[in-house]
T-cell receptor, first 113, second 114 residues
């Protein structure tokens, strides 16, 4: 069965520091991969997605993610974190272009001044 | 244009009661999906509807049901509520059948079961 693991439940970084959020997936073939962000009281906003092609994907708000097939990983990165980036981040997979998303449990990001 | 709208935003029910949650998709979107997000966990897929027909169902008991109307709005019904049904219920819409590519999520309905 497909699954997604986000090993870090909570991460704290200083404003201006770099960020990397980890995501590992379990799936037989190359899945469709996503990163979403959720602010308190809000729904989910898509940051970026990977379907095929270039394994380094650029998203909104200065985020990027790299797909590594050998490691079954899709880690999210940002070179310089802003206080407004504090939120919950979810990695998700879909077994194909259609149908349901399978989410990880999320990583809560705190940003200290 | 308005995004995905859900109502009510908050709801308190007691065990055994029934609840109906509502979702209006983005104008022009014909596909609606429902997700349950329990506190501290990622969202879990419940249903997907397209053109008023069920196109996918997650691993939820029969107490959960949904429907989609001719105007593409949708309702999620939960019968015989349990404490464990307390969660944020998210609705997402898309203009493409059965796609996970372009999903737009609403802010959700926070259901508390006492």
């Amino acid at each position: 069965a497909q699954s997604v693991t986000q090993p870090d439940i909570h991460i704290t970084v200083s404003e201006g520091a770099s960020l990397e959020l980890r995501c590992n997936y379990s799936y037989g073939a190359t899945p469709y991969l996503f990163w979403y962000v959720q602010s308190p009281g809000q729904g989910l906003q898509l940051l970026l997605k990977y379907f095929s092609g270039d394994t380094l994907v650029q998203g909104i708000k200065g985020f990027e993610a790299e797909f590594k097939r050998s490691q079954s990983s899709f880690n999210l990165r940002k070179p310089s974190v802003h206080w407004s980036d504090a939120a919950e981040y979810f990695c998700a997979v879909a077994p194909n272009q259609g149908g349901k998303l399978i989410f990880g449990q999320g990583t809560e990001l705190s940003v200290k001044p | 244009d308005a995004g995905v709208t859900q109502s009510p935003t908050h709801l308190i029910k007691t065990r055994g009661q029934q609840v109906t949650l509502r979702c209006s998709p983005i104008s022009g979107h014909k596909s609606v999906s429902w997700y349950q997000q329990v506190l501290g966990q990622g969202p879990q897929f419940i249903f997907q509807y397209y053109e008023k027909e069920e196109r996918g169902r997650g691993n939820f008991p029969d107490r959960f049901s949904a429907r989609q109307f001719p105007n593409y709005s949708s309702e999620l019904n939960v019968n015989a509520l349990l404490l464990g049904d307390s969660a944020l219920y998210l609705c997402a819409s898309s203009n493409i059948q059965g796609t996970s590519e372009k999903l737009f999520f609403g802010s959700g309905t926070q259901l508390s079961v006492l």
